[in-house]
């Protein structure tokens, strides 16, 4: 199975600040890779599809970029109501598989 | 709206079995595969099981193969996950999601249901 690692485990930021967070795949995923929000309590939900592609509905200031095995996921001017947990995941290979999470807070 | 409705779970003794259901609206379920994802409680996102648009093709993890069985029912929009010979390290939310397919994009899962809390104990 392909291996997601994610860092940092997790980060402190303020309001408005612009964060970014990395995800790594133990071999070339092409921009097999996708990236998830998931708020306390509640189920994740897609923000960004093939590495750089945002969702319909998702707001802009959440941006995706990268290829092979390097992708990064950056928030722009951070709201407290992105404070969750992120997960990426690849789509090359089955399993598809997920990375352990960046927490913001 | 595009949504996904799940049903069932709850506490059940190890050995015990348990269907879960998920009904699908605001789209066609026999468009997509579909698949079912399991959280542990403050842990990561494991991928559990798939189910072609017909039925036909089926695949597993292997933490489950030969104990969960995914199936559908098209005509009435509804995915389901039995669950048989549970174990405590079964204990999760599980969580049935659709599958979106772009050429050249790979796939995603889009939309989640609301999960549901599955506790293997005595």
């Known amino acids: 199975d392909i291996q997601m690692t994610q860092s940092p485990s997790s980060l402190s930021a303020s309001v408005g600040d612009t964060v970014t967070m990395t995800c790594r795949a133990s071999?070339?995923?092409?921009?097999?890779l996708n990236w998830y929000r998931q708020k306390p309590g509640r189920a994740p939900e897609l923000l960004i599809y093939?590495?750089?592609n945002l969702q319909t509905g998702v707001p802009s200031r959440f941006s995706g970029r990268g290829s092979v095995q390097d992708f990064t996921l950056t928030v722009a001017g951070v709201q407290a109501d992105d404070s969750a947990t992120y997960f990426c995941?690849?789509?090359?290979?089955?399993?598809?598989?997920f990375g352990p999470g960046t927490k913001l807070e | 709206e595009v949504e996904l409705l799940q049903a069932g779970g709850g506490l059940i003794p190890p050995g015990g079995s348990v269907r879960l259901s998920c009904k699908a609206s605001g789209f066609v379920l026999s468009n997509h595969w579909m698949h079912w994802v399991r959280q542990v409680p403050g842990k990561g996102l494991v991928w559990v099981a798939r189910i072609s648009y017909d039925g036909s093709r089926t695949d597993y993890a292997d933490s489950v193969q030969g104990r969960f069985t995914v199936s559908r029912d098209n005509s009435h929009n509804i995915l389901y996950l039995e669950m048989k010979t549970v174990r405590a390290e079964d204990t999760a939310v599980y969580y049935c999601v659709r599958e979106g397919l772009l050429s050249g994009y790979g796939t995603w899962f889009d939309p989640w249901g609301q999960g549901t809390l599955v506790t293997v104990s005595s």
């Open positions: 995941q690849q789509s090359f290979d089955s399993p598809q598989t």
């Open positions: 093939a590495a750089s």
């Open positions: 071999q070339h995923i092409v921009t097999y």
